[in-house]
């Protein structure tokens, strides 16, 4: 039993362009991880209609689940509504329940619910929507496509809604051994562990500190009792490891 | 005349199971855009020989350059110059040069160059090197795929080697406006400036800070006159901007 599959896609110039360091994706990574939800690719890409459409029908198509982040709030480069509506081949309006809870969010701070605020009541039909516990304006979902905000707090948040309703598998544990070693020198023991434990992820990540190279060694399983017997084995080979 | 475009690969389980948090691609993201080479897509994957060499052979036929970090170390979950090789349809061998090169460095350190070590000299037929200043193992270009290290400092260091060497185009300037005011109450104004500033790339991002909102507004554009343009009308539209 394979765990379930999953894709991010990132939407925004500001990443593109060197001037934000996104940081989304990382978040994402982890509750996946913990949900068992595989995830098998992250992808970024600019605020261009074309673009992002093919980009969610390919991803969405491939991945039993497709998430995106940015492009929903209420400004002219905020068009990825849209364009996941294209991709799924289906209208978009703006929409009673999502307008109703922008129109008393804006009523409580003494604002009226403009033609830009309203943009973001804009829902592509037959979507449910993703609470923001935030700022409000929603999230939403159509069929296995999340889409969610760039904010980063109001990302999390959203994320924090979603993934805990999805269908997910065994966790994906890990566990690390670090050593003052580089990772040329322990190359070769760690072959043959990675070779005796065909269901344990082997991964070896060099470091430097002051000089001096060490290695993080991290085994990765969803089957607890093969990441247990790995970890063991690995403790064997490096005793110096920590 | 349009910029050179690109994309850029990163391999590594590490970072599609949450484990590390990317920042490569942001690095390389500003160098690019200073080069007047158009970053169009990040895309992240994982350690799986048949992905890489789809997703390299993806990426150079659709981009004037493709940047990989990650796989070229000395342990058996690096596989990226022979993904490489194999989507470009190049053999992948040992190459002189490079053994040469790892040969003087664990030599000085009195160290022993091991079936591993030499694993990092193995390049792709035709390739030429990329100088790796930080711990000497090379990266490589293989037609327009320049192949570089994961670790950051080695990354980036490859980067300032390979980079200026490319022809780019008019480098992309930004310039920035930051205002204590939410992003739908300048969506309407902002609108009209994009619509009137067509070369110019115009993006809103809302921030938050004590339980306020405000909103960076920023102008991008690789024709300087234009951008100079486009920023008065923004400081004229919204005269408290800083």
Known sequence: M?????????????????????????VLAGMLAEAGIELRQIRVIGDDHGTIVDAVAELAARHDHLFTSGGIGPTHDDI??????????????????????????????????????????????????????????????????????????VFKAMAEAIVPTLKGGAPLRSRSLQMMRPESQIAEPLRALALAHPGVGFGSYPFETEGRYGTNLVVRSTDAGALDAAFAALKAAFPEGK
Chains 1, 2 share one sequence.
């Open 2 to 26: 394979s765990n379930p599959t999953a894709a991010i896609l990132i939407i925004g110039d500001e990443i593109l362009t060197g001037r934000t360091r996104e940081g989304n994706a990382w």
């Open 80 to 153: 990825t509504a849209d364009a996941v509506a294209e991709a799924f081949g289906r209208t978009i309006s703006v929409r009673e329940d999502a307008r109703a809870l922008l129109a008393a969010y804006y009523a409580g701070r003494g604002q009226e619910l403009t033609e830009a605020r309203l943009r973001m009541a804009r829902i592509p039909a037959g979507a449910t929507l993703i609470d923001n516990p935030v700022s409000v304006a929603p999230g939403f979902t159509v069929q296995n496509c999340h889409v969610m905000a760039g904010v980063p707090a």
